[in-house]
């Protein structure tokens, strides 16, 4: 059942020469005044989005892109900005790069933003897919195992520090609190300081293996799935709805029916005609395909066509 919609904006900014025959995505370099303008196009979406009677706009946290395709560091602080813009629209953080944050400090500057928003902010968790932003910021990505052993780890933690008013915390990564003196006594717990006000915090995270592993973990947490992209591709969806269906009937939720807690995410473009829109929207669809596509996001595709799509002299006209 269509409950709402949403929308996402990635954060690109404006450019030309799009397409397999443009510019090669390796060789995009924008300079700092065209990259900041993803901040007023921002602006521009939600308000949009808000007078049209959206649900949620959704953002992606990405580091690191002069090549301007995914440009927002920082979604908490420009949700709370967008917020304040805008009367009604929901502000979903998609995604939170959790192996990059320290636990506690995404914890804080989501209840903070729940707060002053009073509630208008989405929680959001993912894994991340660039080694060049995770592993810059110190963590694993090439190893898939480490990778996720450190975000469910993260994940443990937020949800310890939403969910009560003083907890601890030991496993691989993190030791909390440390074991230290402080004004005379040995920490034992801590205490998240503020609290969201809106509980039990909404969590989503993204989908795209679709482990048992994965969608046990998150109906434990509570965390609802978005589905989009590679995922949507080649019949991969019905596996993933159908898995993550059974992961809530693992968890004795057995009247769970199918894309219940899943939010499904897909390309549009609207024109008078469905081939105005088709030449419209090729470009932009070619630069999606060159940009995500050696990142595996999208699925079937041979090496030899991603090295084709990658080099303007050979791609396909």
């Keep these: 059942m269509i409950t709402k919609f949403d929308s996402l904006y990635a954060g690109h900014v404006d450019m030309t020469d799009v397409g397999y025959g443009g510019t090669a995505v390796n060789d995009r370099r924008f300079g700092n005044d065209h990259l900041i303008t993803v901040y007023s196009k921002a602006e521009a979406i939600a308000k949009t989005l808000d007078e049209n009677g959206f649900d949620t706009m959704w953002m992606a946290e990405h580091h690191f892109q002069p090549e301007g395709y995914e440009c927002i560091p920082n979604l908490i602080m420009l949700n709370v900005h967008l917020a304040h813009l805008t009367k009604n629209i929901k502000f979903g953080c998609g995604f939170n790069i959790a192996p990059m944050w320290h636990p506690l400090r995404l914890a804080e500057d989501f209840a903070t933003a729940d707060i002053l928003t009073k509630g208008r902010v989405i929680f959001g968790v993912g894994r991340g897919y660039h080694t060049r932003e995770v ?13 996720r052993e450190k975000f469910e780890e993260a994940v443990e933690i937020i949800f310890k520090a939403f969910n009560n008013e003083s907890f601890s915390h030991k496993g691989t990564y993190y030791t909390l609190p440390p074991e230290v003196p402080y ?72 009247d769970a029916e199918l894309g219940e807690g899943l939010s499904i995410g897909f390309h549009y473009h609207l024109a008078p005609t469905v081939e105005q829109a088709m030449d419209e929207a090729q470009g932009f669809y070619e630069e999606n395909t060159k940009m995500f596509g050696p990142l595996r996001l999208h699925r079937g595709m041979t090496d030899e066509q991603i090295e084709i799509i990658g080099d303007p002299r050979r791609a396909p006209t």
């Design 135 to 147: 592993e810059t910021f110190g963590s694993p990505l090439t190893d898939q195992d480490a990778n």
């Design 183 to 254: 004004r005379g006594y040995t920490l034992k717990e801590l205490t998240l300081v503020p609290r969201p006000l809106t509980l039990p915090v909404e969590c989503w995270q993204p989908i795209q293996g679709g482990t048992q592993r994965a969608l046990d973990f998150m109906v434990k947490h509570g965390i609802k799935g978005i589905l989009g992209g590679g995922v949507a591709e080649g019949g991969a969806m019905d596996a993933v709805m159908t898995g993550y269906r059974d992961a809530l009937v693992r968890a004795g939720k057995t």
